[in-house]
Every structure is written in C-alpha cells, then in structure tokens.
C-alpha cells in the first residue's frame, strides 16, 4: 500500500510540477535557453552600445530566424571563427557578368589599356562590388558589404594583352626582361592594370582568365622555340599560369577553342578535359583556383545531356562548379538562379563600349545585404567595427546564445 501511494504520489503531484517548471525557461535547470539578437550601434553621447534586443523564439536555428525575420528569401552562411556573414540570396535583380577579351585598339573583342582603366575606375566609383565567378556560382556574396553591387569579370582566351612581360625585340619571340629573376610586367597589361585598380580579397583578385590552347597562351614564347599546337611545355607560360593561379582566378576555355555544337557533346567534352589538364599540368600539378569554364563562342542551344557530359568531368575528384556562356545577357539573381552550366555573360570591348556603360547604369542590379553576427555566450561589445570586417553600411548584430551547452 505504501508503495503504491508512494508512486502515485510521484506520477500526480511531482511529475506536474517539474514538467510545468521545466516549460518555463526562467524556471529551467539549465537556465535561460533564450537566445537573443542585439543591434551593435551608438548612443547619443556617440558610444558604442548594444540595443533593439530581438528575441529568437524557443527552438527555432537564430540564423534561420534572423534571415526571415531581416526578410530574405534565401541566404548564404560563411563563418569566421566566431563571427558569421549571413548574406541575402537575393531572388530579383541581374548581375551583370563580364566577358572580356584582348587589351589592343581593335574595334571588336578588344579593350584600350585607358578604355579597361576607365571600367575599373567606373565600376569602384558608382557602388560595384568585384566577386568571383565561383562566389556567383555558390550564391556567396557575404563578401559584398551591404548597399554594394556584385559585378564579375573575366577575360577568353589568354590572347594578346592579358599578361604580356616586357620584351628585349620582339614581344612574341624576344627574350623577357627581369629584374632579380622576376619578369617585368608590361604596364598596360590586363593584370598590371587589375594589380593596380582592384583591392585584393584574401590575397586574390576576383577576376578569371578563361584559358585555350588554340594560340601560344598569353602569346610570348621568351626565345623559346615554337612547339606547335597545343604549346605544351613551354617554361614562361608555365610561370604565368602559376602567378595566375596563385593571385587571380584560372578558368577552362577549352584545348583547341572549338564551338561546342561542331564536336558534338562528347567530343566537346573531351576537348574542355585536355584544357583541363594542360592546365594543371602547367600549373605544376593542380590548378587550384580553378572551378569553372567559358565555352568558346558561348553555347546557344544548351541542353541537359550537355550539362551532365560537363557536370561529370572530374579531376581526382574534383567537379567543374559552372560554365559560362557568351550571349551579351545579364545573369540572373543567386536566390532564382538558372542552371550553373549555362550563365550569361555580357561582351566587352571598344566597339560596345557606350552600350556597356548604359546596361550597367540602367541595370535593375542586385544590391547586397548581409548581417554580420558575433556570437557570444554573454551580452558584451563587439570588438571594432573594423576588427569585424564590417564596412560602414553593414548592420552588425551581437547573439547571445544561452544554451551553449555550459554546465553549471
Ligand atoms: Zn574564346
């Protein structure tokens, strides 16, 4: 009888009074399982405080709800240490991607050295943001400081003018003048010009060379003698492949530069597989800024067996993450993307050049907005705006997380 009184007493006196305890957090053993966003901002007196506490309700991701509650239809998450970007993926607007060609005077497929300096100038004075194409791809733009314009470049073909070094006599054959063992870059050069305009972003500059192998690559030899189609093992273009793999981004544009519709997709696909590992081989093994290609003379009619022939092409394992093509159209937004093998690119040269400065200025763009989120265990400053990695528009947000599992 005893026991059975005792039971009773534990399942209808007891037991409720945890089970109602426990289903308020205040009550709670663990403590307070609220987690809460704060505004890092200023007061009046212009010191730097946290407000505007905005709790995540019970069980729901703070990220997930900070997205929704910030309004984005979709987001992309990166994270360093212990501060996250949370950047919109923005489901309207264009991003206006780039195709360029030679640096010369001529009318079509051309840039002037000034004309290219003017673009840079251009786009960093009204509100663009460079990304690359692989950060397109991959909907992560929470590199772009909030207000900013994503826009992404590139250059087909490694033709005359990409990356050319100063010669003694002639350009294509002449020996490359060094100083110290380092080539000297000719100053009106695509990348001395890139070098000079656009800021590096973890030790790259976000602008791919589409490379092919239907022409010497970037079109000098150093007094090396001409091997011939494919131009295999040649030291100087060695060099530049590597300087451009390790400071700019390398992109397959083919070996011999065919339109994908003559070969058929199986031969096509064959074709970008040898300018793929001519490209390694040249970069000494694997060609580590490497994620994507151009086709040649853009694709036209693209098709699903098309995409699954260059979707499955592999390196040890490694996959292509898009492809680019060449139909003087802006790309879509991250948040409703088309299909990663078949992106739009505009053309850029001389002979277009006031039609690209009214596409970019009439452009419906995209405009980046993210969170940056310091998460810590109890409510404090945030380091310096600029320890962050915040720009002056970006919004910065302070979680305090009260389940991080502290056992006290
Ligand atoms: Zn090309």
Redo the contacts with the bound molecule.
């Keep these: 009888m005893l026991l059975v009184y005792i039971v009773n007493q534990i399942i209808f006196r007891i037991l409720p009074i945890l089970l109602l305890f426990s289903a308020f957090p205040g009550f709670s053993a663990a403590g307070d399982t609220q987690d809460v966003f704060w505004v890092y901002t200023r007061d009046r007196y212009n010191r730097a405080v946290l407000a505007e506490p905005l709790e995540v309700p019970d069980g729901e991701n703070p990220y997930q709800f900070i997205a929704e509650y910030k309004g984005y239809p979709d987001y992309f998450i990166r994270r360093e240490d212990d501060v996250t970007f949370l950047a919109e993926k923005a489901d309207a607007g264009v991003v206006p991607i780039l195709c360029l060609h030679k640096i010369s005077r001529e009318e079509d497929y051309a840039l002037t050295p000034d004309r290219f300096r003017n673009l840079l100038r251009y786009v960093d004075r009204n509100g663009w943001y460079l990304v690359s194409d692989l950060q397109y791809l991959q909907g992560d733009f929470s590199r772009v400081p909030t207000g900013l314009k994503p826009i992404v470049m590139g250059s ?2 490694a033709s005359h003018g990409t990356l050319t070094y100063q010669t003694r006599g002639d350009r294509q054959y002449g020996r490359v003048k060094r100083l110290f063992g380092k080539p000297l870059i000719d100053k009106d050069s695509m990348v001395a010009i890139l070098e000079k305009y656009v800021k590096r972003e973890e030790g790259r500059i976000n602008f791919t060379f589409y490379v ?1 192998f239907d022409g010497i690559p970037f079109r000098q030899l150093d007094g090396y003698e001409n091997p011939g189609f494919p131009y295999r093992g040649i030291p100087v273009i060695a060099e530049k492949i590597k300087y451009l793999d390790e400071n700019f981004f390398i992109g397959i ?1 083919s070996q011999s ?1 065919p339109y994908v519709w003559d070969l058929g997709i199986n031969g096509f696909a064959e074709d970008i597989m040898k300018g793929w590992e001519q490209l390694d081989e040249y970069a000494g093994g694997e060609a580590k800024s490497l994620h994507t290609m151009a086709y ?2 853009g694709v036209r009619s693209f098709n699903l067996d098309l995409r699954n022939a260059l979707s499955s092409l592999n390196r040890s394992g490694k996959y292509l993450d898009g492809a680019f093509d060449f139909d003087n159209k802006l790309a879509p937004p991250p948040g409703n993307p088309g299909d990663n093998f078949d992106v739009s690119r505009f053309n850029v040269d001389n002979k277009h050049w006031d039609r690209l400065i009214r596409t970019l200025d009439g452009a419906d763009a995209v405009t980046a907005r993210r969170e940056i989120i310091w998460e810590v265990d109890s409510k404090r400053l945030p380091r310096s705006r600029y320890s962050l990695g915040a720009s002056p528009t970006d919004e910065i947000l302070v979680l305090v997380r009260r389940d991080s599992g502290s056992s006290e």
Excluded: E, K, T
Aim: charge should be negative.
């Design positions: 087909d073909d092919s544009h530069h040649p003379y």
